[in-house]
């Protein structure tokens, strides 16, 4: 039997398709500014990434390795990148707020309200915590350097190096937010979190070996241990979420 056409419903998809292609471009035009602003201050936006690395190869005398022509104006762009979609964040997100919220009810909007904000937040707070483990991780590496050898990092793995840490660090400091989702489709809740906080311990433990590129103990501690406390934190707030379910 041949289904019939709903006319009215792919009118609504249609708009909502235009509506989704229309927030893409804008998100997309605001990383592009924020790009360029980037590529204004790429000084400023190098020195404050590679901090911790400029201060330990300073300390040497020794400087990072460019190895081919090219590679300044690749650094460039990857850094104007990174800059783009951080300048153009507050923008390019009200831009999906906007698209997905008419489609929430009121308890849900609120519910981002506070949720939004505290992921933010708590992914700053991981990327800050990374920045501050850094000059420690690296003056150990250098210290296993053998003898009669000299230090000339490469600067564009040091670049990816470096921002891969800072996004382990901060998607690992998103914990509590997973626990609250999971909390709120029922696979989770306060008598299972403490029953089972020693095995959650080990699973923090393991996550911030594979998740830290460096794999240094140093740098692996200063992500478990915060992450062991959001754990506990995180009891609190599944313990709000079953209290308004």
Request: proline share 5%; with cysteine; net charge positive.
């Amino acid at each position: 039997m041949k289904k019939e056409r709903n006319p009215e419903k792919e009118l609504e998809l249609l708009d909502h398709l235009g509506e989704l292609r229309g927030r893409l471009f804008r998100s997309i035009v605001f990383i592009v500014i924020g790009m360029a602003v980037a590529w204004i201050f790429f000084d400023q936006l190098y020195a404050l990434l590679l901090q911790p690395a400029i201060n330990v190869l300073s300390k040497t005398g020794m400087k990072f390795l460019q190895t081919t022509f090219v590679q300044g104006f690749t650094l460039r762009m990857q850094v104007s990148l990174i800059g783009g979609l951080i300048l153009a964040a507050p923008f390019w997100t009200t831009e999906i707020w906007l698209f997905i919220a008419p489609g929430l009810t009121k308890q849900e909007r609120k519910a981002l309200y506070f949720v939004a904000p505290l992921s933010i937040v708590l992914f700053a707070l991981g990327v800050f915590l990374c920045f501050l483990a850094m000059p420690r991780a690296l003056d150990w590496f250098v210290s296993l350097s053998p003898p009669n050898t000299e230090l000339r990092p490469d600067v564009a793995r040091t670049l990816v190096f470096f921002v891969q840490m800072y996004l382990a660090f901060g998607l690992m400091f998103e914990l509590p937010i997973v626990m609250m989702f999971l909390a709120k489709i029922g696979l989770v809740n306060t008598r299972l979190m403490i029953r089972f906080w020693r095995e959650a311990t080990v699973v923090i433990a393991v996550g911030a070996a594979v998740m830290t590129p460096s794999n240094d103990a140093f740098t692996m501690m200063m992500m478990a241990v915060p992450m062991v406390i959001l754990y506990f934190l995180s009891i609190s707030l599944v313990r709000m979420v079953e209290s308004r379910g």
